[in-house]
């Protein structure tokens, strides 16, 4: 997948001397989506880095005062010389800053986000391997690995970041850049948003952080900004961190939809298949006697790992759903996927259901805004979207919501799916 309607740069800073292979699997995955891939690296690393990465990235080599030498100590990019560099030479439609050790599991360049005044800040995912990215399900908000800005939004950051000389600390590897980039992107000014990032993959490895006392230089900015309270940097870490945790889950609708579109769901490191544990007899002899779910026999395997898994989402159904444009056969889909969804959680004694909502939740919202669609087969659809994310993530059951699916029904197949499904909760 290929778009050719606007540019797309990620600049990283490359270890030319560790994990070298790891390194470059990450930098050629960038590359294979089209990206122009620059590290940045200084003298002392130039010819290293071009013998380790120069087939897959332009190495630009920095200069001692775009490092981080006499700061830190470290001859790692600062952080502003490189997005000074990003306007001024690669000129990008879209920037992507990103750790040298991010793996984007995309099955194409991102065009949700592909704006000139967008700009994002992505948590990653933990896995133990690239190969078994389905064994993980730990998305890690403590940092943000991954900023993708657009031209626009670049500017507009730039004027905010600039405006305090305490930005000119951040560096690559150096803790709290990433923090301090985050406020600076979620600067009204900016309006960026903190994301989940499910298709940003790290290999859990020991962290090389050795001087976390650095969040101290960033506690006055933050605090002039109301992102923080307090002097301590351990606790003002803590108080960004729950900002983030919290960015993160306001925003997850729109992580799901990136996650939809494309995360590449296919348990793969670039086409080496990794088997799947086999699902227990017990669920193949369920699956075959049913007549609703016998046409998922031959995927099972890869669907009861997916739904006995705390993973398990509307994407996750979504991903096993034929590729159509009429609701009409997508809601079938779904509601089928929903019917095995509850076989199987009720089979492993993993489905926990009540019918009551927390103080706070959004439902009548949601309902309310479904109910504003106007094409029939869209809006049943969207409600039936709602019901499956109360039911499958939240174990919430509303009884009234199956009756109004029951009742959009428009076919004998449709009904006997939500009859189905109903019947396992009888005794609720």
Known sequence: MKNKAISATVITSANPFARQDYQRACLSAWRELDFKVVSCNSATERVAAEKEFGSIAEIFEISESASAKELHGKNVPR??????????????????????????????????????????????????????????????????????????????????????????????????????????????NVNGQILDGPFFLHQSHCTSYSNVAEFNWYIPALKASGFVSTDNYVAAAEEFASYVNAQCTKNEDTSRKLQ????????????????????????????????????????????????????????????????????????????????????????????NVRKFYPVGNAHRAAIEQVLKTSDAMSRRFYHLDIVCNELIVHGILNNNDFEAIALSCINDAERQLVNAILCNFNHE
């Open 260 to 351: 939809l579109c494309y995360d590449s769901f296919v348990f793969r490191d670039r086409g080496k298949v990794e088997s799947i544990p086999s699902a227990p007899i017990e669920i193949f002899k369920m699956v075959a006697e049913d007549p609703l779910l016998a046409v998922y026999l031959p995927r099972i395997n890869e669907l009861y790992l997916h739904i006995t898994t705390n993973e398990i989402s509307q994407l996750v159904l979504f991903s096993h759903m034929a590729d159509s444009n009429s609701n009409v056969k997508k809601f079938s889909d779904y509601l089928r996927l929903l019917y095995l969804v509850v076989r199987i959680r009720r089979a492993t004694k993993s489905f």
């Open 79 to 188: 952080i502003m010389p490189v997005l000074h560099l990003a306007m001024h030479h690669y000129k990008p439609g879209m920037l992507f800053l990103a750790n040298s050790d991010i793996y984007p599991n995309l099955t194409g360049l991102p065009h949700l986000m592909l704006s000139r005044d967008g700009a994002y800040a992505f948590a990653r995912k933990e896995v133990l391997t690239l190969a078994s990215t389905h064994r993980s399900t730990q998305i890690y908000r403590g940092g943000l690995d991954v900023f993708a800005i657009g031209a626009d939004a670049l500017e507009a950051l730039w004027r905010v970041l600039s405006k305090d000389p305490v930005s000119e600390r951040m560096a690559f590897g150096v803790p709290g850049w990433d923090y301090y980039m985050a406020a600076g992107i979620r600067h009204q």
